[in-house]
């Protein structure tokens, strides 16, 4: 049951576009007692066919910008590489507690900024 409401929840956030990842790993972690890196694996595998219908929705509704979003994707793949060695030498532990600030961060950016 407790998969079913994370899976539900996370999917609508995800497909919002919005990052269901940010929520779906605290929530393996804290509410599943999932390992951290094995929540990063499975957001992996999660993100995939959400963000695949996400688009297909958004790409109808003319909301996705091409040449921009090929810029990003080059890069992030880059990044991703990088990320995918660096997850698998650092500790646990770390991972958290980098993963903590992050949402910290962009928790108070969120407050910060000024509404369009």
Do not use: C, D, W
């Not at 940010?22 to 094995?38: H, R, S, Y």
């Not at 957001?43 to 040449?67: D, E």
């Not at 958290?96 to 962009?106: A, E, H, S, Y």
């Amino acid at each position: 049951m407790v998969y079913i409401l994370i899976g539900i929840i996370t999917g609508i956030i995800g497909g919002m576009g919005i990052g269901g990842g940010t929520l779906l790993i605290p929530t393996l972690v804290f509410f599943a007692q999932i390992p951290q890196k094995i929540a990063q694996g499975i957001n992996l595998m999660v993100f995939l066919p959400v963000s695949t219908i996400a688009l297909i929705i958004h790409t109808r509704h003319n909301r996705v910008k091409y040449k921009t979003s090929t810029y990003i994707t080059i890069f992030a793949i880059v990044g991703s590489v990088i990320g995918a060695k660096a997850a698998s030498v650092v500790s646990p532990l770390y991972l958290k507690r980098l993963f903590g600030t992050f949402l910290f961060v962009m928790g108070l950016y969120e407050l910060a900024r000024k509404q369009r």
